[in-house]
């Protein structure tokens, strides 16, 4: 099972960002735990993390001709903005959960939308690093089932 972890703008910045909202673990932190879990589940898993807009359409796009079985996104910003990664994640037919660290429901009403989350097959948000976790797991028993 390959799985891919796209991490959208500023991202990068986790443990510096807001740490009241992001917590205080680093971008690197967050590699580690998931490729413990990642190792734990069998899965092999890889890392994209862009601050640009095109750079993660062609991410999921590479991951197509990748043959990865699974896409774990947190498009940050790009969640509420950006119909060319709804449209990436449709046209590559790969299952992908949409991940965020804070709940964007209990945040400013702009980040209420998504235009991500009708291509994903689930949404985690709200429960920390831990939801990618959860994303993880999910995409793994969804393999499993086939």
Do not use: W
């Not at 993390?49 to 001709?65: K, P, T």
Request: charged share 25%.
């Amino acid at each position: 099972m390959k799985i891919l972890v796209i991490n959208g703008p500023n991202m990068n910045m986790l443990g510096i960002r807001q740490p009241e909202i992001y917590g205080r673990e680093t971008y690197e932190d967050l590699k580690k735990m998931i490729s413990d879990e990642a190792e734990q589940l069998g899965a092999e898993v890889g890392f994209f993390q862009s601050n640009h807009e095109g750079a993660l359409v062609d991410a999921i796009q590479q991951a197509y001709f990748d043959r990865v079985d699974g896409i774990i996104i947190n498009p940050a910003a790009y969640t509420h903005t950006s119909v060319a990664l709804l449209d990436a994640v449709k046209a590559v037919g790969i299952p992908t959960v949409e991940v965020h660290v804070s709940d964007p429901d209990s945040r400013e009403d702009f980040r209420h939308v998504s235009y991500l989350r009708a291509a994903c097959v689930a949404t985690i948000r709200g429960h920390g690093l831990a939801g990618y976790l959860e994303a993880l797991r999910l995409l793994c028993g969804r393999e499993a089932e086939r």
